[in-house]
């Protein structure tokens, strides 16, 4: 069954951190990569970072620096670190999953890469 529920958004001021989970059923932890998305009103979801199944990770230009991922194998979890946080930071996050299958792009954070989504939790920063 594929299933991801996030959780950990919420409201904080700039400069403050806040930490997501998003936690996999079983077989959508084994996907090849997983990853973290936002999405503002009006624009497009954009990738975060990504966590592949080696242990690597990648991230946008923008968060590079103050976001971390990170993956707990004995909780079928991954998490998303978030420091000295911005206003544009701002957006619903969504956790997704590539599916074990799937072939991941290196070092991009795309969303075509990813075949499940869950059901996304807010994240608003205020000045």
């Known amino acids: 069954q594929v299933q991801l529920v996030e959780s950990g958004g919420g409201s904080v001021q700039a400069g403050g951190s806040l930490r997501l989970s998003c936690a996999a059923s079983?077989?959508?932890?084994?996907?090849?990569?997983m990853g973290w998305f936002r999405q503002a009103p009006g624009k497009e979801r954009e990738g975060v970072a990504q966590?592949?199944?080696?242990?690597?990770?990648a991230y946008a230009a923008s968060v590079k620096g103050r976001f971390t991922i990170s993956r707990d194998n004995a909780k079928n979890t991954i998490y998303l670190q978030m420091n000295s946080l911005k206003p544009e930071d701002t957006a619903m996050y969504y956790c997704?999953?590539?599916?074990?299958?799937?072939?991941?792009?290196?070092?991009?954070?795309?969303?075509?890469?990813?075949?499940?989504w869950g059901q996304g939790t807010q994240v608003t920063v205020s000045s």
């Open positions: 966590i592949y199944r080696s242990g690597a990770t």
């Open positions: 997704a999953a590539s599916g074990a299958s799937r072939i991941c792009t290196y070092g991009l954070v795309r969303v075509s890469d990813h075949t499940y």
């Open positions: 079983e077989v959508t932890y084994s996907s090849a990569c």
